[in-house]
């Protein structure tokens, strides 16, 4: 159930207004993040590596909003529950890229499905 609700004064703060949408979508996908014990930050990285496979770990970082310090720990998660295959960039074998497991693809899908099905809060646009 979502955090937000009609019950619930919206602000015309943007920051709230974006930590309200976060919820709303953590509390809709949690049932299929908790079947890996995954988190959003997990998601936002599948996600990002569904849309552009063969990124390297910074731009992953980058685009996923996600600390490029924490990210080597959720990619490795991610490839221990077979979501991601991880390989040296073919140009340059100092770098990784990745990019879905057919396993991660099937569960992406999955996720994008459960997305476009959440309601999101009516925010104010001031």
């Known amino acids: 159930m979502s955090r937000v609700t009609t ?8 920051a709230v207004q974006v930590r309200q949408v976060e919820a709303a979508v953590r509390d809709a996908l949690q049932p299929l993040l908790g079947e890996h014990g995954l988190t959003l930050e997990h998601w936002r990285i ?21 600390p490029a310090a924490s990210l080597t720990r959720h990619m490795d998660r991610l490839v221990e529950r077979g979501l991601v295959v991880r390989r040296a960039d073919p140009a340059d074998g100092r770098r990784a890229v990745v990019a879905l497991s057919p396993r991660g693809q099937s569960y992406a899908a999955r996720l994008r499905a459960a997305e476009r099905g959440i309601a999101l809060p009516t925010l104010p646009l001031d």
Not at 7 to 14: E, F, G, K, P, V
Not at 46 to 66: F, H, K, Q, R
Request: aromatic share 0%.
């Open 46 to 66: 599948l996600a990002v590596i569904d849309d552009e496979p063969g990124l390297g770990m910074s731009e992953i970082a980058t685009a996923a909003v996600v």
């Open 7 to 14: 019950q619930h004064a919206l602000t015309s703060s943007i």
